[in-house]
Structures are given as structure tokens and as C-alpha cells.
T-cell receptor, first 117, second 116 residues
């Protein structure tokens, strides 16, 4: 069975601090996809990134960066120089690579990030 | 502006009422989803439609009845709900059901349902 663990329930930082959100996953599949979604107070989940299990390159997008390490089954997310607008719940998710199961996202419990001015 | 539009944003209903939640997308996506999200919890998958056919039903009680009248619209009909059904109901879509890039979901802002 698949499982995603986000051990940090809540994180509070001061603006301009760097912050890392941890994500650890479990799966028996060799092919799978990992995601990060952001859920601001408005409610909709906003897609941030998708990685497949064969692509371990780290990725940087502006102030966001992701560190994927298969050896430790982790897919951590770092926000550099955090801003108040980054305050949201962040979900890490995992999906299998099959025709129907690919639609089933296994979400972690989420991390509530609060960035204080 | 979100590309998946959900109405109403808020709904309060009694346990004997019949109501519907609506979802619309114009991105040409052929897979559409209903998720339920309780407070401080991750979304839980309820239903998936692929090419207007129900593809996945995650053992959802029959008081929730989905409908996909065309490729752009998805409804969730509600009848005889319980207070524990109060939650945020999220609609999502993806280009199609399946692998390799097809399963990046675009979510709507949700309909917040309160059952009295």
C-alpha cells in the first residue's frame, strides 16, 4: 500500500526565512509520480510540481526548490526567502503509474505553513 | 482565476433537502473528479469520470450521486445527507485518465457544504 508522511503538521517562520517541508513516501511500485500541491485559504489546490520515479534531478523554480532522493524515499520542498503569500497548507502526494490508479493521489496529511511579517 | 469553476461556493442544507453541486471546466479535459475534504485533512477521492463515464467510485454512500452530462460539466447530487457529510467538496479535472503527464489535476476552489 502507498503512504505519504508529512511529519510537520505546522511550521511558522518569519518573512525572508528559508523553510523546508518534508515528505517521505512508501510504495512498492518502481514507477510512480510525486507531487506537491499548495492550498491557500481560498480553498483550491494549486499544482506546484510533478516528478516521476526515474527523474531524480532536483528542480528549482524561482524561490521554490525540490530535493528528490529515492535512497531515502523523500521528496522535500524548500521555499527560499519566504513571503507572507506563501502561507498555505502544502500537500505532498503520490500516484501509481497505471491507467486507472494514476488518478488516485495518495496525499500526506499536509503541512500548514504560516509566514509572519 | 481558477479554470475549474464550482458553484455554489457555500451551501447550507437540512438532512431532508435535495441539492446539487456543479463543476465546469473549459480546458478540454476528459477526466473529472470529485474529492471530499474535511477540516485539517487531505482531500479524499470520491468519484472519477473519464469521457463522461463513471470510472471510479470509492465506495461512496448512495446519498451522493454524481452525474457527468457532458465533457465540460460535472454535478454532484446530494440527498438525505448527514451532518458528518459537512466538508469542502472539490472538483478537479485532468487532460485524461492515465499516466505520464495526464494526471496533473487542476482543482476548483470548492463548495463548502454544511449539513444541519
Amino acid at each position: 500500500a502507498q503512504k505519504v508522511t508529512q511529519a510537520q503538521t505546522e511550521i511558522s517562520v518569519v518573512e525572508k526565512e528559508d523553510v523546508t517541508l518534508d515528505c517521505v513516501y512508501e510504495t512498492r511500485d518502481t514507477t510512480y509520480y510525486l507531487f506537491w500541491y499548495k492550498q491557500p485559504p481560498s480553498g483550491e489546490l494549486v499544482f506546484l510540481i510533478r516528478r516521476n520515479s526515474f527523474d531524480e534531478q532536483n528542480e528549482i523554480s524561482g524561490r521554490y526548490s525540490w530535493n528528490f532522493q529515492k535512497s531515502t524515499s523523500s521528496f522535500n520542498f524548500t521555499i527560499t526567502a519566504s513571503q507572507v503569500v506563501d502561507s498555505a497548507v502544502y500537500f505532498c502526494a503520490l500516484s501509481e503509474a497505471s491507467e486507472t490508479s494514476g488518478s488516485r493521489l495518495t496525499f500526506g496529511e499536509g503541512t500548514q505553513l504560516t509566514v509572519n511579517p | 482565476d481558477t479554470e475549474v469553476t464550482q458553484t455554489p461556493k457555500h451551501l447550507v442544507m437540512g438532512m431532508t433537502n435535495k441539492k446539487s453541486l456543479k463543476c465546469e471546466q473549459h480546458m478540454g479535459h476528459r477526466a473529472m473528479y470529485w474529492y471530499k475534504q474535511k477540516a485539517k485533512k487531505p482531500p479524499e477521492l470520491m468519484f472519477v469520470y473519464s469521457y463522461e463515464k463513471l470510472s471510479i467510485n470509492e465506495s461512496v454512500p448512495s446519498r451522493f450521486s454524481p452525474e457527468c452530462p457532458n465533457s465540460s460539466l460535472l454535478n454532484l447530487h446530494l440527498h438525505a445527507l448527514q451532518p458528518e457529510d459537512s466538508a469542502l467538496y472539490l472538483c478537479a479535472s485532468s487532460p485524461r485518465l492515465g499516466v505520464a503527464g495526464a494526471n496533473v489535476l487542476t482543482f476548483g476552489a470548492g463548495s463548502r457544504l454544511t449539513v444541519l
